[in-house]
């Protein structure tokens, strides 16, 4: 009995090898394969971050911003075993003014044209589109890649904030004015680092994380006679973003 036992136990010991021996094997071939091209739908949160958040009236980078959605589609299509030409695009809303941002920027043109009072008028939310491409290598380990991506390319506002601003008592500045919503394109650069967990059959999940920066788009101000105050020329965008979801390999 004891002989068997041990006989027994000894082929369980080598079956437990083997299928090591296997799986370091198959995890060779893996790593030995040049890594797939692949295209992903996903979905998450983009977050304001720096001047963009900042609900500052007297810094004219000041964005006002809000937490939102974000759609993305990204993929890579790789040239080499591991380094790809990566791309991403994303559809992302950052929010509108809200009573207390309208009230502190009334405060702050009263205050800088010495005015009886102002009334702010705010509407209009942040939306954009980002476009962006570049360099992406990527490390395999078992049945996770991580990814990581440099990439530059351009904002596409489809708004800003409009915001429409009332002097009271001062004569020169009878009219209200308007800091139009703006439309424009701007440079954008950033980065990524994602990893993706492949579920058999060349499809997968993946989860990650984008920073994106850009000077802004354009802005444009009308009916405005006397200039003083708060006055902004470009509105600065700083995004964090991190999206979820499903990948397919091609």
Do not use: C
Not at 116 to 133: C, E, H, M, P, Q
Not at 225 to 232: E, F, K, Y
């Amino acid at each position: 009995m004891k002989q068997i036992f041990t006989l027994l136990a000894s082929a369980f010991f080598m079956l437990i090898v083997f299928n090591a021996r296997a799986q370091d094997v198959q995890d060779e071939d893996i790593a030995a394969e040049k890594s797939k091209s692949y295209i992903s739908l996903g979905a998450g949160q983009s977050r304001p971050f720096g001047a963009f958040k900042v609900t500052d009236y007297a810094n004219p980078k000041s964005g006002f911003a809000k937490k939102g959605l974000v759609y993305s589609i990204d993929g890579a299509h790789y040239f080499f075993k591991r380094a790809a030409l990566g791309y991403t695009v994303t559809y992302q809303d950052q929010g509108n003014l809200t009573y207390d941002d309208d009230v502190k920027i009334s405060q702050g043109y009263t205050d800088s044209y010495k005015a009886d009072g102002s009334t702010v008028t705010a509407n209009k939310r942040y939306r954009s589109l980002n476009i962006l491409l570049g360099p992406q290598y990527s490390v395999v380990w078992h049945a996770f890649t991580f990814d990581f991506r440099a990439s530059a390319g351009a904002i596409k506002s489809f708004a800003t904030p409009q915001i429409a601003v009332l002097i009271s008592g001062v004569d020169a500045q009878t009219a209200e004015f308007i800091q139009q919503s703006s439309n424009k394109f701007a440079f954008a650069y950033g980065g990524s680092v994602g990893i993706r967990l492949n579920t058999g059959a060349g499809w997968g999940l993946f989860l990650k994380g984008n920073y994106v920066n850009s000077a802004g788009p354009k802005i444009t101000y009308t009916d405005r006679t006397l200039v003083l105050g708060r006055t902004v020329t470009n509105q600065a965008i700083t995004e964090g973003q991190a999206i979820f979801g499903l990948y397919k390999e091609f």
